[in-house]
């Protein structure tokens, strides 16, 4: 059976090989992005090493290879229990960082030299995949779930047996693909350093649906996009949002998620309203139940630019356009807004008295 091979790269091929001033410079340079970040006395150790071992390790045995690396270690014993398929696909995961992306061309090397009928080979990572910037390396986390909702799908429907190898790499990333493999993988394996053995965990029957998760959460995610205090927050899943200090926003994931789901959602229903200060009256709730699901779109997203008024009053896009009218207009109504401009307009009546609004109504645009 075809199968697409996620390896995770550390550093344990370079550090285990190198000579203790190299190592040490290594470490030290561990999270520097690129070689010019690298103080040059360092770099020179760094990178004489990489270049012998990048000629001595293309064609070591397999035993000299499973003790100078564990991914190499566990990938070995893989295929051992699996035949090589002509058109496997093997993915090297690195760190954002100069010696990560070393590591990682060493391991790919001696795979490629040792599967020569195997054609597909590659090295990922994600801007910020390092382990210096908290807030970085979230962002860097969201960006691959990004990267393979949109791409293993499509593996799996052309019958390719999806395989995470999570023996080498540094512990932060392992945590967290241990739960994506749950929901991207069919099957994760590790191994330990010098061991014969291979653990191999299929995947757990478990089901990613983000509009579920989204729908339970859309008070929250609402407050984060629009920029509102946040309430709910400890129970958000991690992955939809990245708190920097202290400033909430969505993660990369997180917007892609929320822009995917946001329209058919408010599309179903009218929600609660995301701040305190914005009030529904019976008659309100009454006119908007029965709309079609475009229309309830219009209406959520409405209450959501009252929020962002209420914020800041200069807020006044063209498609909420709230202004003050007679007392005699629609009484007890003083302000109204657009609620849609298209298919025959209709405007939203209500109440406004200092820091609070009450909607009171959904009526047809006078002609």
Known sequence: MKKYILTVCGTSILTNSMSDCARKALLQNANRQ???????????????????????I?????????????????????????EINAEDVHVFLHTDTYVGKQAAE??????????????????????????????????????????????LPSY????????????GGFKAILAFLQTVAQFYADESIYIFERS???????????????????????????????GLPIQGLNSLPRILYTQIEKTVVLSTWGE???????????????????VENIH???????????????????????????????????YNPKRLDI???????????????DAWADGGAYRIFMQKEGTQITLLALEPHPK
């Open 58 to 82: 293309r064609n070591i045995s397999e035993e000299e290879a499973r003790k100078l690396s564990a991914e190499l270690n566990s990938l070995i014993m893989f295929y051992k229990e699996e």
């Open 280 to 314: 529904y009256t019976e008659k309100f709730i009454k006119d908007v139940r029965d709309l079609p699901a475009d229309r309830l779109y219009h209406i959520n997203t409405r209450i959501d630019d009252l929020a962002l008024h209420l914020l800041d009053s200069s």
């Open 323 to 337: 202004k003050k009218i007679g007392k005699d207009y629609y009484p007890p109504a003083n302000y109204e807004c």
């Open 196 to 226: 014969n053995h291979l653990l191999r965990i299929p995947r757990l029957p478990v089901r990613w649906e983000p509009e579920a998760v989204i729908e339970e959460h859309i008070q929250t995610l609402r407050q984060i996009e629009l």
């Open 156 to 167: 799996r429907d052309n019958q390719y047996r999806i395989i995470f190898n999570l023996t």
């Open 106 to 151: 060493i391991v790919k090397d001696w795979v490629q030299n040792q599967f020569p009928k195997v054609q597909d080979f590659r090295m990922i990572s994600a801007t910020g995949l390092q382990t210096e910037n908290i807030a970085d390396f979230q962002d860097a986390l969201s960006q691959l779930v990004i990267k393979f909702s949109e791409e």
């Open 34 to 56: 690129s070689e010019k970040e690298i103080p040059p006395e360092d770099l020179t150790f760094i990178q004489q090493e990489v270049e012998v071992l990048k000629g001595k």
């Open 256 to 274: 892609v998620v929320w822009s995917e789901v946001k329209k058919k959602l408010y599309g179903k229903k009218l929600y609660e309203v995301p």
